[in-house]
Nanobody
């Protein structure tokens, strides 16, 4: 399975970006998809998740600013990021998730991710 994230770039604080994710390969079904990010020197963290029915969940640090949504193609997901802050600077990754007792875990290896840089 390959996970391709794109749409990153350099933006000023307060600006917006939309990230895209496409999963390809031998995928039987996709129930959950999510966006993660990893800032320099920090661990990778889950930013947002979405179920096949459209139910979403966000980390507190992006709640109200980011919106995750699925595309018409079931293997795609997007993240609309508004009111970006310098602390949002990170490499953003997408993945297909598994749900274990309410906690999400990435199912596949990480793609290259897409770099988002927010300048102050």
């Amino acid at each position: 399975v390959q996970l391709q994230a794109s749409g990153g770039g350099l933006v000023q604080a307060g600006g917006s970006l939309t990230l895209s994710c496409a999963a390809s390969g031998s995928i039987f079904s996709i129930n959950f998809m999510g966006w993660y990010r990893q800032a320099p020197g920090k661990q990778r963290e889950l930013v947002a998740s979405i179920t096949s029915s459209g139910r979403t969940n966000y980390a507190d640090f992006v709640e109200g600013r980011f919106t995750i949504f699925r595309g018409d193609a079931k293997n795609t997901a997007y993240s609309q990021m508004n009111s970006l802050k310098p602390e949002d600077t990170a490499v953003y990754y997408c993945n297909i998730l598994s749900d274990d007792s309410g906690r999400f875990y990435p199912m596949y290896g990480w793609g290259q991710g897409t770099l988002v840089t927010v300048s102050s």
